[in-house]
């Protein structure tokens, strides 16, 4: 149950409501974010909400029974809608493209990617300045330093930036610095970084697990929301099987099933989900097929020499086409809606 509270509610009236429910056998927590004050209640018998509707300083209630239920549709009519500023959105039927190199690799990379995302009427770059490897030889990113750099640059140009954090001390330092943070596979499950990453106000995307299922996603991104953070959005990358034939297995079921089961926005990451340059197209356009809010994958201007993932990565005229076809192809679903 979600049980959302007037704005300003006094604590007499917050702890007339947590009573009621006590005498009801209902655990509460409560959790305040940039845009509501809730309470959540967990118990094992049902009861008429009209019981607790009548009391001063309650807005709503909700009858939630997934255990995921702040980021469960269940209890918002309307999809949420990222606001990154400078009219720059995600979701709620606006489509976003986000494109950029695996590992910002230094000022010419920067630059030649900037202007090939301004010139392409793109508005976010992705890129790793702090690198998770399997090796600990391959490298790792240029670190702050190099997030400061791209930030500026990007900046210059209007363009908004996602980069993922690896850990909850590089928060702070990361924070003036990006637009939206990452949380990589690897770190869904972390949940010290997405605590902390439930204090920030800025937008989090969360991709999902190597082997991780759909519900974990949303327990993931249920983590940051109750920690007091709603500005989120899930990411389908790909998850780890007994195929052999692409990187991973690309869950095109996880599109529209994540879109049935919560509110926030579904980003496809072709580029992680399939790991070979000449499907990435494919996998783009049936993620969008699928229904997906936006699209994030890998340019380089020279795939061959990038630092990493360059197997996957599409070139700037590779990038350019598959910009067009996806633009076409949502003005073609637009146009069938």
Not at 5 to 23: A, D, H, P
Not at 87 to 113: H, L, Q, W, Y
Request: proline share 2%; with cysteine.
């Amino acid at each position: 149950m979600i049980i959302q509270l007037e704005k300003g509610i006094n604590n007499e009236l917050r702890n007339s409501v947590e009573n009621e429910l006590k005498t009801l056998k209902y655990k509460t927590t409560s959790v305040k974010t940039q845009y509501g004050d809730y309470l959540i209640g967990t118990g094992k018998k049902a009861f008429d909400i009209r019981k607790i509707g009548h009391i001063d300083g309650i807005k709503d209630i909700h009858v939630v029974s997934d255990d995921y239920k702040l980021v469960s549709r269940k209890w918002k009519v309307n999809r949420t809608q990222i606001d990154l500023g400078d009219d720059v959105k995600i979701g709620d039927g606006v489509f976003s493209i986000m494109a950029g190199p695996c590992s910002i690799e230094g000022e010419k990379n920067i630059r030649e990617t900037v202007d090939f995302l301004k010139e392409n009427n793109v508005s976010i770059m992705r890129g790793g300045v702090f690198k998770p490897r399997s090796s600990p030889y391959s490298f790792r990113g240029l670190g702050i330093d190099g997030l400061k750099l791209w930030y500026e640059i990007a900046k210059e140009k209007g363009i908004k930036i996602v980069t993922e954090v690896m850990q909850v001390s590089q928060i702070d330092e990361m924070h003036d610095f990006v637009d939206m943070f990452q949380v990589g596979a690897r770190n869904t499950q972390n949940y010290n970084l997405l605590d902390a990453l439930g204090q920030v106000d800025k937008p989090v995307m969360i991709k999902r697990g190597i082997s991780g299922t759909i519900d974990e996603l949303l327990y993931s991104a249920e983590y940051v929301f109750s920690g007091g953070n709603e500005r989120l959005l899930l990411c389908e990358r790909g998850i780890r099987t007994y195929e052999r034939a692409s990187r991973n297995t690309f869950d095109i079921n996880a599109i529209p099933i994540l879109r049935e089961k919560s509110h926030l926005p579904v980003i496809a990451d072709p580029s992680h989900g399939i790991g070979i340059r000449d499907y990435v197209d494919s996998i783009a356009m049936a993620s969008t097929v699928a229904g997906a809010d936006g699209i994030i994958f890998e340019i380089h201007s020279k795939p061959e020499e990038a630092y990493s993932d360059g197997q996957q990565t599409l070139d700037l005229g590779e990038s350019e086409r598959l910009i067009k076809r996806l633009n076409q192809l949502r003005e073609l679903l637009n146009n069938k809606e």
